[in-house]
Antibody
Framework: QVQLQQSGPELVKPGASVKISCKAS????????MNWVKQRPGQGLEWIGR????????NYNGKFKGKATLTADKSSSTAYMQLSSLTSVDSAVYFC??????????????WGAGTTVTVSS | DIQMTQTTSSLSASLGDRVTISCSAS??????LNWYQQKPDGTVKLLIY???SLHSGVPSRFSGSGSGTDYSLTISNLEPEDIATYYC?????????FGGGTKLEIK
């Protein structure tokens, strides 16, 4: 079945960068947009951006431009998100989610379990 | 950006109740509205897409409605496994935006 396997928790120092991964299985990785969503502790969901693995095309939420960089490796069916210049506000759970198109509709039909990033000295 | 507002951040209901969760958009979104459920363990699942279409495998006690800027999710006959936080999400325009969530608890 379709699955998204995310990498494990990260503890990183302020000012550093971190790269988290999302390995897809059970579908044609190159043909669906992969999205990333942020959730701070006790807060709601915030869309960071998306990447189309087939050609590397990306779109970002303006709030995360310069903070997040999305890439994808078709050979391993893995999407990556690098977060740079980390501060305490970047401490959050980060989800990857597949976008699925159905006629004129679309939705995030499969979600990863989330990767917890903690920024602390 | 389109702002999505869920005015009720938490609500308490009894098993068997009918519950309605509301969501409003800062501008018309042409029914491009999805609903997601996040369980206490963090797991996120799609419930409803395009305002009122039930996602595969989702129990029929979940339903969605709305138009223009105002949308709602209804759970009829509340069951224990429905304890979760519910988010609306618009996909009319980038950036996609979510409501702040409504946490449902059992009374």
């Amino acid at each position: 079945q379709v699955q998204l396997q995310q990498s494990g928790p990260e503890l990183v120092k302020p000012g550093a960068s971190v790269k988290i991964s999302c390995k897809a299985s059970g579908y044609a990785f190159s043909s669906s947009w992969m999205n990333w969503v942020k959730q701070r502790p006790g807060q709601g969901l915030e869309w960071i951006g998306r990447i189309y693995p087939g050609d590397g095309d990306t779109n970002y939420n303006g709030k995360f431009k310069g903070k997040a960089t999305l890439t994808a490796d078709k050979s391993s069916s893995t999407a990556y998100m690098q977060l740079s210049s980390l501060t305490s506000v970047d401490s959050a759970v980060y989800f990857c989610a597949r976008k699925w198109d159905y006629g004129s509709s679309w939705y995030f039909d499969v979600w990863g379990a989330g990767t917890t990033v903690t920024v602390s000295s | 950006d389109i702002q999505m507002t869920q005015t009720t951040s938490s609500l308490s209901a009894s098993l068997g109740d009918r519950v309605t969760i509301s969501c409003s958009a800062s501008q018309g979104i042409s029914n491009y509205l999805n609903w997601y459920q996040q369980k206490p363990d963090g797991t996120v699942k799609l419930l409803i897409y395009y305002t009122s279409s039930l996602h595969s495998g989702v129990p029929s006690r979940f339903s969605g409605s709305g138009s223009g800027t105002d949308y709602s999710l209804t759970i009829s006959n509340l069951e224990p496994e429905d304890i979760a936080t519910y988010y609306c999400q618009q996909y009319s325009k980038l950036p996609y935006t979510f409501g702040g969530g409504t946490k449902l608890e059992i009374k």
